[in-house]
């Protein structure tokens, strides 16, 4: 079983004095708790150096240091639908990561929040996409729009925004594919999904939030960039958080691109997902 950051972490003070053999360590502990080289390197070095500085040579003191070091490249953010108005959240993901499953929980965050929300069942070549999500809307209560499979994803988004319109406004959940081998395809497909969405929200009320799994360490960072590169990204929402890695993926994500981390996942259930708070994944993952 993989150990967790904040394990290595606490070991790391049992059997070591602070010398330059305990930061050499640490690197190795940031990138096996799922941080780049790259970035685990530059942590180290500035802790290091801050350290030397403050003359920090006990655990809560370099704890302390490391945690506020860590806390600079997190932030969390928060999507408040505008009442009204054609607000479209747009989930985006590889294959595998949860995101069907990560849609349902958010239309139900948010249909709990009062919102009149729709999904929309906009990966129409993954066999049994719509039907997965068809069976989350029945369980929810939450409208579904699909088309049948095959058919144009960006049809479907067309039509939920006028469907959500003609009743007054609300916010549209489009689940969108995520075949990340057949990546030319899926980009054209999903700058097709994004224009009409664009189109069809009103103003500001157009998000796109990226769905990565927690325990894939920097894949992650490959799939921020991709989507990003293809269509932009606004937020991340992480799943399976209730993992043992606690993975160092938000913090490279939020170095190299700057984006917010909107929800994590915690469990299985349509109501394990919260709204991210910086402060506590920091104090998780350092344990």
């Given at each position: 079983m993989k150990i967790s950051f904040a394990q290595r972490f606490k070991n790391l003070f049992s059997s070591?004095?602070?010398?330059?053999?305990?930061?050499?360590?640490?690197?190795?502990?940031?990138?096996?708790?799922?941080?780049?080289?790259?970035?685990?390197?530059?942590?180290?070095?500035?802790l290091q150096k801050i350290c030397r500085e403050k003359k920090i040579y006990e655990e809560a003191g370099i704890k302390n240091e490391l945690k506020?070091?860590?806390?600079?490249?997190?932030?969390?953010c928060e999507f408040v639908p505008e009442k009204g108005?054609?607000?479209?959240?747009?989930?985006?993901?590889?294959?595998?990561?949860?995101?069907?499953?990560?849609?349902?929980?958010?239309?139900?965050?948010?249909?709990?929040?009062?919102?009149?929300?729709?999904?929309?069942?906009?990966?129409?070549f993954r066999a049994a996409a719509e039907e997965q999500l068809e069976m989350h809307g029945e369980r929810l209560s939450i409208r579904v729009i699909s088309h049948q499979h095959g058919s144009d994803p960006s049809a479907v988004v067309f039509d939920a925004a006028e469907s959500c319109r003609a009743n007054g406004g609300g916010l549209i959940i489009a689940d969108t594919a995520g075949r990340l081998h057949n990546k030319?395809?899926?980009?054209?497909?999903?700058?097709?999904?994004?224009?009409?969405?664009?189109?069809?929200?009103?103003?500001?009320?157009?998000?796109?939030?990226?769905v990565i799994d927690g325990t894939t360490g920097q894949n992650a960072l490959r799939q921020a960039e991709v989507f990003g590169e293809s269509v932009g990204v606004d937020a991340?929402?992480?799943?399976?958080?209730?993992?043992?890695?606690?993975?160092?993926?938000?913090?490279?994500?939020?170095?190299?691109?700057?984006?917010?981390?909107?929800?994590?996942?915690?469990?299985?259930?349509?109501?394990?997902?919260?709204?991210?708070?910086?402060?506590?994944?920091?104090?998780?993952?350092?344990?």
């Open positions: 070591k004095k602070i010398d330059d053999e305990f930061f050499d360590d640490l690197t190795d502990a940031l990138v096996e708790g799922d941080m780049g080289a790259k970035m685990a390197y530059e942590i180290t070095e500035k506020a070091l860590l806390l600079s490249f997190v932030k969390s108005k054609v607000n479209i959240y747009m989930m985006l993901g590889v294959n595998g990561v949860g995101k069907t499953t990560t849609a349902a929980k958010v239309a139900n965050l948010y249909k709990k929040q009062g919102e009149n929300v729709i999904l929309a069942a906009s990966d129409t030319e395809n899926l980009v054209r497909e999903l700058q097709k999904i994004d224009r009409i969405a664009a189109q069809k929200a009103d103003e500001g009320c157009f998000k796109k939030i990226l991340i929402v992480i799943t399976k958080y209730d993992s043992t890695a606690r993975g160092g993926c938000a913090f490279s994500i939020g170095k190299e691109f700057g984006i917010p981390v909107l929800f994590v996942c915690t469990g299985e259930k349509y109501e394990n997902i919260e709204p991210f708070n910086a402060e506590k994944y920091v104090e998780e993952f350092l344990g």
